[in-house]
């Protein structure tokens, strides 16, 4: 192909994009749905994965020990513990420290949940805290850690305990918004591509007089596809470009009203767009033009038969 | 240049359109086919041109061998043949001009070629001064003129006119006919199904008359031989 009959095919393209009016809109917005709907979810669950990484590293297991245990018991365990390859560190935390701790996260309201409790009437056992190096893990740690406890005689551990409950549901939500996200999007690009198929198939219609001279004077299938293929990704790649400004224009308000807001900015802090705005806009434009040509692929193969 | 061997076309709706038909016609030929409709002219045209596929036997045109001919190939043969209909078959949205050019863009010649050869043909049919006409705005004789001019602009080796002076009046139809005579003696070669017994009787040439799929006379300056 030379380059003026590549002007042509261009040329034609874009007349065909304007020709089917409403047809052509109706296309690009189901683009757009199903990109915008796409992009929501890809910086949800993007948002969401950093949160995790951050909780990753609050996660503890607590390992409270009996009141008999002997100080080189206690110390023969920690390094057993300790010797386990997915823990990353351990420490000791003598009653005392432990209530000291305790009166603090209660802060002031707890100071008289705690009053009459001192040194000499301690209710707390002794703990250690074993952190972990992946978050997923404490489940599986924490069984391998309660197990040991049946290797001593002396039964040293009273309890293992993590904060099982919030770790597990915060991967399952995770997984779900993640799931739900693909099939939809999965459904609105076939959505999508079927509308572009058919405003192809209109296009092709509309011209099938013209395709027939076409081939009548010696036209190359190739020749006779290559406006159409524009014509798809130009629908494809027109209604990527809408989406890309709408989401990145809302995410940058909803960063900036993150930010300003007291009571959220210190609970959650968005990932600034700048440092997603190419990998994301890059990902939607290809794959709008992608589905543009799929959906005119589909439609002309049928026409070209003859 | 074109040679058919024992053609045979079945449609799928079992109608038999052509049975057994052998015929030869050699380079810068002007040949009529005549007969009543239905008699297979036009079946007998279109696999010329491999718009049909012989159910069986022998076609070649320009050393292709039609029945094997795969499907990509088919423009290649296309390129060298020129074709005109009775219903002009002009892009209504296009001017007569770029009717022309049009058949040069799909073959990808370069530009500069085209706007000299597309002029060249407008002079060859007389039209230059409508070249910016779109097909509305000009008669049918005129249109015709202008798909005759598209038909050739690619210097095909044979044009195959399907009754092209049938939509004209007698007058504009003798025009065509001095046009296709002036392009024959060029040296293309051209086949043409025809109605018209004037034309035929009065310009002789080779008459090919086709009766119930088969060939039934083949006359050097024959004449029509029917009298509707």
């Given at each position: 192909?030379?380059?003026?009959?590549?002007?042509?095919?261009?040329?034609?393209?874009?007349?065909?994009?304007?020709?089917?009016?409403?047809?052509?809109?109706?296309?690009?917005?189901?683009?757009?749905?199903?990109?915008?709907i796409?992009?929501?979810?890809?910086?949800?669950?993007?948002?969401?994965?950093?949160?995790?990484?951050?909780?990753?590293?609050?996660?503890?297991?607590?390992v409270?020990?009996?009141?008999?245990?002997?100080?080189?018991?206690?110390?023969?365990?920690?390094?057993?513990?300790?010797?386990?390859?997915?823990?990353?560190?351990?420490?000791?935390?003598?009653?005392?420290?432990?209530?000291?701790?305790?009166?603090?996260?209660?802060?002031?309201?707890?100071?008289?949940?705690?009053?009459?409790?001192?040194?000499?009437?301690?209710?707390?056992?002794?703990?250690?805290r074993?952190?972990?190096?992946?978050?997923?893990?404490?489940?599986?740690?924490?069984?391998?850690?309660?197990?040991?406890?049946?290797?001593?005689?002396?039964?040293?551990?009273?309890k293992?305990r993590?904060?099982?409950?919030?770790?597990?549901?915060?991967?399952?939500?995770?997984?779900?918004?993640?799931?739900?996200?693909?099939?939809?999007?999965?459904?609105?690009?076939?959505m999508?591509?079927?509308?572009?198929?058919?405003?192809?198939?209109?296009?092709?219609?509309?011209?099938?007089r013209?395709?027939?001279?076409?081939?009548?004077?010696?036209?190359?299938?190739?020749?006779?596809?290559?406006?159409?293929?524009?014509?798809?990704?130009?629908?494809?790649g027109?209604?990527?470009?809408?989406?890309?400004?709408?989401?990145?224009?809302?995410y940058?308000?909803?960063?900036?009203?993150?930010?300003?807001?007291?009571?959220?900015?210190?609970?959650?802090?968005?990932?600034?767009?700048?440092?997603?705005?190419?990998?994301?806009?890059?990902?939607?434009?290809?794959?709008g033009?992608?589905?543009?040509?799929?959906?005119?692929?589909?439609?002309?193969?049928?026409?070209?038969?003859? | 240049m074109?040679?058919?061997?024992?053609?045979?076309k079945?449609?799928?709706?079992?109608?038999?359109?052509?049975?057994?038909?052998?015929?030869?016609i050699?380079?810068?030929?002007?040949?009529?086919?005549?007969?009543?409709?239905?008699?297979?002219k036009?079946?007998?045209?279109?696999?010329?041109?491999?718009?049909?596929?012989?159910?069986?036997?022998?076609i070649?045109?320009?050393?292709?061998?039609?029945?094997?001919?795969?499907?990509?190939?088919?423009?290649?043969?296309?390129?060298?043949?020129?074709?005109?209909?009775?219903?002009?078959?002009?892009?209504?949205?296009?001017?007569?001009?770029?009717?022309?050019?049009?058949?040069?863009?799909?073959?990808?010649?370069?530009?500069?070629?085209?706007?000299?050869?597309?002029?060249e043909?407008?002079?060859?049919?007389?039209?230059q001064?409508?070249?910016?006409?779109?097909?509305?705005?000009?008669?049918?004789?005129?249109?015709?003129?202008?798909?005759?001019?598209?038909?050739?602009v690619?210097?095909?080796?044979?044009?195959?006119?399907?009754?092209?002076?049938?939509?004209?009046?007698?007058?504009?139809s003798?025009?065509?006919?001095?046009?296709?005579?002036?392009?024959?003696?060029?040296?293309?070669?051209i086949?043409m199904?025809?109605?018209?017994?004037?034309?035929?009787?009065?310009?002789?040439?080779?008459?090919?008359?086709?009766?119930?799929?088969?060939?039934?006379?083949?006359q050097?300056?024959?004449?029509?031989?029917?009298?509707?």
């Amino acid at each position: 192909m030379n380059f003026s009959t590549f002007l042509r095919h261009l040329r034609e393209g874009f007349r065909s994009v304007f020709r089917n009016g409403w047809m052509s809109v109706a296309s690009i917005t189901s683009i757009i749905v199903s990109l915008l709907i796409l992009g929501v979810f890809i910086l949800l669950v993007y948002n969401v994965n950093q949160l995790t990484d951050k909780a990753d590293s609050q996660v503890e297991i607590n390992v409270f020990l009996e009141l008999n245990v002997s100080q080189s018991l206690r110390e023969q365990l920690q390094s057993e513990i300790s010797k386990m390859p997915e823990v990353s560190n351990i420490t000791y935390i003598p009653k005392n420290e432990g209530l000291k701790e305790l009166r603090q996260n209660l802060g002031e309201g707890g100071e008289n949940f705690l009053e009459g409790y001192a040194e000499n009437n301690n209710p707390l056992p002794d703990a250690l805290r074993v952190q972990v190096v992946e978050a997923s893990t404490v489940p599986f740690v924490a069984q391998k850690i309660e197990a040991l406890n049946n290797e001593h005689v002396e039964k040293p551990i009273l309890k293992v305990r993590y904060g099982g409950e919030t770790i597990e549901t915060l991967f399952k939500v995770t997984d779900l918004i993640r799931n739900i996200g693909l099939v939809l999007v999965a459904a609105l690009a076939l959505m999508a591509m079927f509308l572009i198929a058919n405003t192809i198939r209109v296009t092709i219609l509309a011209r099938r007089r013209e395709i027939s001279i076409m081939k009548l004077v010696g036209a190359t299938n190739q020749f006779i596809r290559w406006p159409f293929f524009i014509e798809g990704a130009l629908l494809g790649g027109i209604g990527a470009l809408v989406t890309i400004a709408i989401l990145f224009v809302g995410y940058q308000q909803l960063v900036h009203a993150a930010q300003s807001s007291l009571s959220l900015g210190t609970l959650i802090t968005l990932v600034p767009l700048q440092k997603v705005w190419l990998w994301l806009g890059g990902l939607l434009l290809v794959l709008g033009v992608l589905i543009g040509i799929w959906g005119s692929t589909v439609s002309i193969r049928r026409f070209l038969k003859v | 240049m074109i040679e058919m061997q024992d053609v045979w076309k079945t449609y799928a709706n079992g109608a038999h359109a052509l049975q057994g038909v052998s015929v030869k016609i050699d380079r810068n030929e002007f040949v009529y086919v005549v007969g009543p409709s239905g008699a297979g002219k036009s079946t007998f045209m279109k696999l010329m041109y491999r718009e049909e596929k012989p159910t069986k036997g022998q076609i070649s045109v320009n050393g292709f061998n039609l029945g094997k001919l795969k499907q990509r190939k088919i423009p290649l043969l296309r390129r060298n043949i020129g074709v005109v209909f009775q219903d002009f078959r002009l892009l209504p949205k296009l001017t007569a001009y770029e009717n022309i050019a049009f058949a040069m863009e799909v073959i990808e010649a370069p530009r500069k070629q085209m706007k000299k050869r597309v002029m060249e043909v407008l002079e060859l049919v007389g039209l230059q001064s409508k070249a910016n006409r779109y097909p509305d705005h000009l008669s049918g004789g005129e249109q015709q003129r202008i798909a005759i001019a598209r038909a050739i602009v690619n210097n095909p080796s044979v044009i195959i006119a399907d009754e092209p002076t049938g939509n004209l009046d007698p007058e504009t139809s003798f025009g065509i006919m001095q046009l296709l005579d002036e392009i024959n003696f060029r040296g293309t070669t051209i086949i043409m199904a025809t109605h018209n017994k004037d034309i035929v009787n009065s310009m002789r040439r080779r008459v090919l008359a086709i009766e119930n799929g088969q060939i039934v006379r083949d006359q050097i300056r024959g004449e029509y031989g029917y009298e509707f």
